[in-house]
């Protein structure tokens, strides 16, 4: 069993930037495959970027390439998302999930086992 604990959100302008942070409980926590995803009111949970276990493979939506970045510190247990330049429309509740697995771009939410509880992101303009 893993249990996830984001932090890191809170108000911004837009432009301004956030990291957020994932904290991971268990002992395997290399071998999972760990994801970003997001939520805005009236619409689906969305994927946003995902990271192997080891950190090297990285993958991410079209609309945060180049603005976010996704990575992890195993000796942590622990994923962030660097996001910056935000814009308006990154506002939403994001999300860590993660799957012990080896592939890494899973982009499904039904793809995840474990998830986390959130952390509110507001951009404003």
């Known amino acids: 069993q893993v249990q996830l604990v984001e932090s890191g959100g809170g108000l911004v302008q837009a432009g301004g930037s956030l990291r957020l942070s994932c904290a991971a409980s268990?002992?395997?926590?290399?071998?999972?495959?760990m994801g970003w995803f997001r939520q805005a009111p009236g619409k689906e949970r969305e994927f946003v970027a995902s990271i192997s276990g080891g950190g090297s493979n990285t993958y991410y939506t079209d609309s945060v390439k180049g603005r976010f970045t996704i990575s992890r510190d195993n000796a942590k247990k622990t994923v962030y998302l660097q996001l910056n330049n935000l814009k308006p429309e990154d506002t939403a509740v994001y999300y860590c999930?993660?799957?012990?697995?080896?592939?890494?771009?899973?982009?499904?939410?039904?793809?995840?086992?474990?998830w986390g509880q959130g952390t509110q992101v507001t951009v404003s303009s």
């Open positions: 268990g002992r395997t926590f290399s071998t999972y495959a």
């Open positions: 999930a993660g799957r012990r697995s080896y592939i890494a771009s899973l982009r499904a939410a039904r793809d995840y086992d474990y």
